[in-house]
Nanobody, 127 residues
Framework: QVQLVESGGGLVQAGGSLRLSCASS????????MGWFRQAPGKEREFVAA????????YYADSLKGRFTISRENAKNSVYLQMNSLKPEDTAVYFCAADRTIHSMYVPRAEYEYDYWGQGTQVTVSS
């Protein structure tokens, strides 16, 4: 049973930074493409970023490019999301997800492409 556990959320002022972590257990992390999604109050869950198995390919939502960075450490079965220059509109619950389909460099961006999900971690950005 694959488990994903997010951490690192919290309350931060606008302009600040947070680093989210997602630890995986119970599966073969190195084969998973990993993604981050978020869901703001009253809105649908949306794609944030994704990273290939090796970490050599990443993809970001257009609106977040330059502020957010996804990375992974396969030796630690973990994926990270560095968030800089945070804005109040970044307030959301952030979820990590794993796609067990083996891809080469492709990084999926749709929710349905991901098989495992964490419970989420709350990020609140105050103005």
């Amino acid at each position: 049973q694959v488990q994903l556990v997010e951490s690192g959320g919290g309350l931060v002022q606008a302009g600040g930074s947070l680093r989210l972590s997602c630890a995986s257990s119970g599966g073969t992390f190195i084969i998973y493409t990993m993604g981050w999604f978020r869901q703001a109050p009253g809105k649908e869950r949306e794609f944030v970023a994704a990273i290939s198995r090796s970490g050599g390919n990443t993809y970001y939502a257009d609106s977040l490019k330059g502020r957010f960075t996804i990375s992974r450490e396969n030796a630690k079965n973990s994926v990270y999301l560095q968030m800089n220059s945070l804005k109040p509109e970044d307030t959301a619950v952030y979820f990590c997800a794993a796609d067990r389909t083996i891809h080469s460099m492709y990084v999926p961006r749709a929710e349905y492409e991901y098989d495992y999900w964490g419970q989420g971690t709350q990020v609140t950005v105050s103005s």
